[in-house]
């Protein structure tokens, strides 16, 4: 069974530098999905990024990349020039093939950052 | 404009209670689906829907039963309510099953006293 593991529960950055929040997963597919999800205080489930497993280029969206290192089955997010408004619960979550679409979750990382 | 709505966000009840929570996409997705959030906030599925047919059910209780009566809109019936049953519930959607984004709703937050 694929699995999601995020092994910092709270992690704490100051205004405009920036953080590295950690994900590992195990899986025997060599074809899947890793996202990276945001949840402010509002509750509300955000998409950051998302990385192909077949794709080598580390996926970037503004301030947020990743670093993918698929043989170490490691996905980690770093957010650069971290503002105030990136103050969230940030969760990993992995998807392959026949399997309805799901997203297998990791345990959240809280950040919280520093003016 | 909300493309994924969940009704209703609180819903606070009593232990042996049935109730239902509503989910609707305007998004045109043909895939919806049901997470539960527990009090660690630890985030797991619980059923996926196709095309209005049931492709998950991930070992959840039979006294949780949802409903999609279109591909729009997948219902989430609870009978015989239990405290362990207190959590958020997300309703997402998506188009298909790969690569592309789930949108969530807002959560239902589900208190069973």
């Known amino acids: 069974a694929q699995t999601v593991t995020q092994s910092q529960p709270e992690m704490s950055v100051q205004e405009a530098e920036t953080v590295t929040l950690s994900c590992t997963y195990d899986t025997s597919e060599s074809d899947y999905y890793l996202f990276w999800y945001k949840q402010p205080p509002s509750r509300q489930m955000i998409l950051v990024i998302r990385q192909e497993a077949y794709k080598q280029q580390n996926a970037t969206e503004n301030r947020f990349s990743v670093n993918f290192q698929k043989a170490a089955k490691s996905f980690s997010l770093k957010i650069s020039d971290s503002q105030l408004g990136d103050a969230a619960m940030y969760f990993c979550?992995?998807?392959?093939?026949?399997?309805?679409?799901?997203?297998?979750f990791g345990q959240g990382t809280e950040l919280s950052v520093k003016p | 404009d909300t493309a994924v709505s969940q009704t209703p966000k609180y819903l606070v009840t009593q232990m042996g209670n049935d109730k239902s929570i509503k989910c609707e996409q305007n998004l045109g997705h043909d895939t919806m689906y049901w997470y539960k959030q527990d009090s660690k906030k630890f985030l797991k599925i619980m059923f996926s829907y196709n095309n209005k047919e049931l492709i998950i059910n991930e070992t959840v209780p039979n006294r949780f039963s949802p409903k999609s009566p279109d591909k729009a809109h997948l219902n989430l019936h609870i009978n015989s309510l239990e405290l362990g049953d207190s959590a958020v519930y997300f309703c997402?959607?998506?188009?298909?099953?790969?690569?592309?984004?789930?949108?969530f709703g807002p959560g239902t937050r589900l208190t069973v006293l």
């Open positions: 997402a959607s998506s188009q298909g099953e790969d690569y592309n984004e789930q949108f």
């Open positions: 979550a992995y998807r392959t093939y026949n399997q309805g679409g799901k997203l297998i």
